[in-house]
């Protein structure tokens, strides 16, 4: 699944899920950035609005295809995606100003606020956990929209800022410097969702939840 031969033409094409190509996606892109022509600045502009104008939302996974387009997210009423749907939106407002971007991929353990999520994937372990990653300056810089502020707040977790030159990913600690995540197992970058792959992983990890929740995941 490395990618890093690639010359960068593939992270700012559109593709299935990274729909930059779709007019809703192009005109929130065009409406965050306005006037603002540095790549840097775009990307953080970006950044902050894919991070909070949708809630993380990890408890209505739906692995259908359509689900998980950036221009599903965007019209989602609810306002609300995981970390793989935001990761694609963010992916693809970002290539609609034309920079680059892609998808990492890791395995996580979280250790704050799991009772919830727990009960319904029997397990701590985050499978396929997403963030996005950003060619600035020359050089990939990683970028996690995935957690919005209000939420950060709630929880007692710092905010993941992005400033476009270091890399933003999951807070391992939380400010009283109790563990936060835990990472287990790095699955590289991509230029799209490798969605059998990706479904492959959560069979692995929840076989559960594919017969309790057969509505979300027949016809994968």
């Given at each position: 699944?490395?990618?890093?031969?690639?010359?960068?033409?593939?992270?700012?094409?559109?593709?299935?899920?990274?729909?930059?190509?779709?007019?809703?996606?192009?005109?929130?892109?065009?409406?965050?950035?306005?006037?603002?022509?540095?790549?840097?600045?775009?990307?953080?502009?970006?950044?902050?609005?894919?991070?909070?104008?949708?809630?993380?939302?990890?408890?209505?996974?739906?692995?259908?295809?359509?689900?998980?387009?950036?221009?599903?997210?965007?019209?989602?009423?609810?306002?609300?995606?995981?970390?793989?749907?935001?990761?694609?939106?963010?992916?693809?407002?970002?290539?609609?100003?034309?920079?680059?971007?892609?998808?990492?991929?890791?395995?996580?353990?979280?250790?704050?606020?799991?009772?919830?999520?727990?009960?319904?994937?029997?397990?701590?372990?985050?499978?396929?956990?997403?963030?996005?990653?950003?060619?600035?300056?020359?050089?990939?810089?990683?970028?996690?929209?995935?957690?919005?502020k209000e939420l950060c707040e709630k929880t007692g977790v710092a905010v993941l800022e992005f400033n476009g030159i270091d890399d933003s990913i999951f807070q391992q600690y939380s400010p009283n410097g109790s563990e936060f995540m835990e990472?287990?197992?790095?699955?590289?970058?991509?230029?799209?969702?490798?969605?059998?792959?990706?479904?492959?992983?959560?069979?692995?990890?929840?076989?559960?939840?594919?017969?309790?929740?057969?509505?979300?995941?027949?016809?994968?």
């Open positions: 699944m490395k990618e890093d031969n690639l010359g960068l033409e593939i992270y700012l094409l559109p593709t299935y899920f990274v729909d930059s190509n779709h007019p809703d996606v192009i005109d929130y892109a065009h409406n965050i950035v306005k006037d603002e022509k540095d790549p840097l600045k775009q990307a953080i502009l970006l950044y902050l609005a894919v991070r909070d104008d949708f809630r993380y939302n990890p408890y209505n996974i739906n692995l259908h295809h359509y689900e998980l387009k950036a221009s599903t997210l965007l019209n989602r009423s609810s306002r609300q995606g995981y970390c793989t749907e935001k990761a694609c939106l963010y992916n693809a407002v970002l290539r609609v100003v034309g920079i680059p971007s892609r998808f990492h991929f890791f395995n996580v353990r979280n250790h704050i606020g799991v009772e919830k999520y727990y009960d319904l994937l029997k397990t701590d372990v985050l499978a396929y956990h997403a963030c996005s990653e950003v060619y600035l300056n020359n050089k990939w810089v990683k970028a996690t929209p995935a957690f919005n990472y287990l197992h790095d699955y590289g970058t991509c230029h799209d969702v490798p969605h059998d792959m990706y479904v492959q992983a959560l069979k692995e990890y929840y076989p559960h939840f594919f017969i309790e929740r057969q509505d979300i995941c027949m016809n994968l």
